[in-house]
């Protein structure tokens, strides 16, 4: 089996995972888990989606895209490689222009190490993650120049994938389904990927993550939490 971190051997995926400073994200857990503990289930919803994600045999290399020095240190003693937001995130956390050109920015940083490879985008917060279940989304990208998953709720994205030689062009940020359809990126559109698409912003689907089995780190973090049904 391979190693976490360990590249695939003469090529693969390579993921861009954007993350925002960690006191301001998931904002909208606060009400589930509080100021205290939302900056936690943060960091660990991005850690077990790293590890998930390095997990799968057709992925090479994670890079994550965040300011937060805590991340970066925790994620890239995980595997995963590490830059800088650009732009800076500031305020009251990144607009959604700000996300998108963080994930442009990402994929720009990957390509100059790896111009050949494939580069897909993939959200922080999946804690539920299945390498196999992203190996098959990965598989079914790989037909298109673009391709995108809608996330559960049927209304954003979790994954945008770009082939070689194409630009990546994230549009993620609320209707971001829509937007990327809009786009000319394909849908996929497969069953039996739930994990894929599970992105954890609230209370309930938190709930439904941890119904579907989260990774250790975010067990942990959600140990005792009162989620309502």
Known sequence: ?????????GGGWSLVVPLKPLALAKSRLTRAAGDGLRPGLALAFAQDTVVAALACPAVADVMVVTDDPLARV???ALGARAVADSPPSSGAGPSRDGLNAALAHGARTVRQQRPAAPVAA??????????GELERVLAAAAAFPRAFLADAA???TTFL????GTALEP???GASRARHRASGAAEILLSGVDSVRRDVDTGEDLRMALALGV?????VAAAGLLIPE
Do not use: I, K, Q, Y
């Open 171 to 173: 549009g993620f940020g």
């Open 154 to 156: 049927g209304v954003g």
């Open 122 to 131: 993939l959200n922080a917060d999946l804690p539920a993650l299945r390498p």
């Open 1 to 9: 089996m391979r190693r976490v971190g360990e590249a695939v051997a």
């Open 161 to 164: 994938s770009a082939a070689p």
């Open 74 to 76: 925790e994620l890239t």
């Open 215 to 219: 990774g250790p780190r975010t067990a």
